[in-house]
């Protein structure tokens, strides 16, 4: 594990697990500070957010925590039938484990996922909620239309069969190089940024994408087959299938009493959570990509944007408030991309709570 200077790292024992948890030397144990929990995306780790945590000001107490599978938390098994419950029940038993009983909680395309079925279940411990670039509350794949509309009751055109073979074989394997478009390198480079930016810190989020545990049980998860178009659907275990339709929908957050403020903050030129994600099967299948595309009447690309936003004006008529913040020029990693105007609009979220 690479650790940037004033970032520390220790292991938590729950009662459900033992997570990996990075927190700023010196404040670690500042009870009084309010604490605000960074959560990762998928084929990550917490090592991505360290700028952010050594750039929270004071009196803010920053700590980022290694969902299952990933970085040095323990790799119990992922029930993807439960959504993403496994990892959000994770993030709470941590923070019982360190006496947080409120916190500002910030999610990444996966983590806000995460902290958005956080928010559904535990209403009372969120703060403010920062969305990143997150995945869909309707969940990745086999949706249409603004209300999630599952294309099929049995998720398919979603979960573990998406994935590209030679992509999940690398990480097997620890690939470092840059000699293949399908490389974690090269994936992180054309995906998690905009070309042609790279991060200064490039090899570290490298090693913590392969950090990631690929089996069944994690990445991507178990594949399941179907005789419709695209031939495969959602199985019932891994990180893909926790993002399937059929187990996955956070459509109603409107209807929670307590309402934190939301900052929904996202790339603009974003090409994996997008009207037109470059992961998203009906997508790649309009594309001419994949064969035999049935067509935009009953198979069109999951509008990801136009969903999130449908379910947060909900959650705003409802008396929630929520901001939505654009970054041009962008992509998938905005707090890695433009770290000062990350910064700012956190900053401004996090004073509302």
Same mark, same amino acid.
Request: charged share 20%; aromatic share 8%.
């Given at each position: 594990m690479t650790l940037f200077d004033g970032v520390t790292a220790r292991r938590v024992a729950t009662d459900r697990l033992t997570v990996n948890v990075l927190e700023v030397a010196g404040r670690s144990t500042d009870r009084t500070g309010e604490p605000v929990v960074f959560v990762h995306g998928n084929i990550s780790s917490s090592l991505f957010w360290?700028?952010? +945590?050594? !750039?929270?000001?004071?009196?803010?107490?920053?700590?980022?925590? !290694?969902?299952? =599978?990933?970085? $040095?938390?323990?790799?119990?098994p992922v029930d993807a039938t439960r959504g993403v419950r496994d990892y959000s029940d994770d993030v709470v038993a941590t923070c019982a484990a360190l006496g947080i009983e409120s916190a500002h909680f910030v999610g990444w395309s996966l983590g806000g996922g995460v902290v958005m079925q956080l928010l559904r279940d535990h209403p009372a411990l969120v703060r403010t909620l920062t969305l990143v670039n997150p995945v869909s509350p309707y969940g990745f794949g086999g949706t249409r239309g603004a209300d999630g509309e599952p294309v099929t009751a049995d998720g398919a055109g979603a979960g573990a069969g998406g994935v590209n073979p030679e992509f999940v074989q690398r990480l097997r394997d620890g690939d470092r190089s840059? $000699?293949?478009?399908?490389?974690?390198?090269?994936?992180? @480079?054309?995906?998690?940024?905009?070309?042609?930016?790279?991060p200064a810190d490039a090899d570290t989020y490298v090693e913590s994408m392969l950090s990631t545990v690929i089996d069944d049980d994690h990445y991507p998860g178990d594949l399941a087959t179907t005789q419709v178009w695209p031939g495969?659907?959602? =199985?019932?275990? =891994?990180? @893909?299938?926790?993002?399937?339709?059929?187990?996955?929908?956070? !459509? !109603? +957050?409107?209807t929670i009493d307590q309402k934190p403020p939301i900052l929904w903050l996202r790339g603009a030129d974003d090409q994996i959570v997008s009207e037109t994600s470059m992961f998203d099967m009906a997508y790649l299948g309009q594309l001419g990509a994949l064969p035999d595309w049935p067509g935009a009447d009953t198979h069109p690309p999951q509008p990801m944007i136009t969903q999130?936003?449908?379910? @947060? $004006?909900?959650?705003?008529?409802? =008396?929630?408030?929520? $901001?939505e913040v654009v970054i041009a020029n962008v992509g998938h990693s905005p707090h890695l991309e433009a770290p000062a105007e990350f910064a700012a609009a956190l900053k401004a979220v996090l004073a509302k709570g």
């Amino acid at each position: 594990m690479t650790l940037f200077d004033g970032v520390t790292a220790r292991r938590v024992a729950t009662d459900r697990l033992t997570v990996n948890v990075l927190e700023v030397a010196g404040r670690s144990t500042d009870r009084t500070g309010e604490p605000v929990v960074f959560v990762h995306g998928n084929i990550s780790s917490s090592l991505f957010w360290q700028r952010q +945590l050594l !750039d929270l000001p004071e009196p803010y107490r920053p700590l980022a925590f !290694d969902l299952r =599978g990933f970085g $040095d938390s323990d790799p119990a098994p992922v029930d993807a039938t439960r959504g993403v419950r496994d990892y959000s029940d994770d993030v709470v038993a941590t923070c019982a484990a360190l006496g947080i009983e409120s916190a500002h909680f910030v999610g990444w395309s996966l983590g806000g996922g995460v902290v958005m079925q956080l928010l559904r279940d535990h209403p009372a411990l969120v703060r403010t909620l920062t969305l990143v670039n997150p995945v869909s509350p309707y969940g990745f794949g086999g949706t249409r239309g603004a209300d999630g509309e599952p294309v099929t009751a049995d998720g398919a055109g979603a979960g573990a069969g998406g994935v590209n073979p030679e992509f999940v074989q690398r990480l097997r394997d620890g690939d470092r190089s840059a $000699d293949s478009p399908f490389s974690p390198r090269q994936i992180m @480079l054309a995906f998690y940024v905009k070309p042609p930016f790279e991060p200064a810190d490039a090899d570290t989020y490298v090693e913590s994408m392969l950090s990631t545990v690929i089996d069944d049980d994690h990445y991507p998860g178990d594949l399941a087959t179907t005789q419709v178009w695209p031939g495969v659907r959602a =199985g019932t275990r =891994g990180v @893909l299938n926790t993002m399937a339709p059929n187990h996955f929908r956070v !459509d !109603d +957050l409107d209807t929670i009493d307590q309402k934190p403020p939301i900052l929904w903050l996202r790339g603009a030129d974003d090409q994996i959570v997008s009207e037109t994600s470059m992961f998203d099967m009906a997508y790649l299948g309009q594309l001419g990509a994949l064969p035999d595309w049935p067509g935009a009447d009953t198979h069109p690309p999951q509008p990801m944007i136009t969903q999130t936003r449908a379910v @947060l $004006d909900r959650y705003a008529a409802a =008396g929630g408030t929520y $901001d939505e913040v654009v970054i041009a020029n962008v992509g998938h990693s905005p707090h890695l991309e433009a770290p000062a105007e990350f910064a700012a609009a956190l900053k401004a979220v996090l004073a509302k709570g």
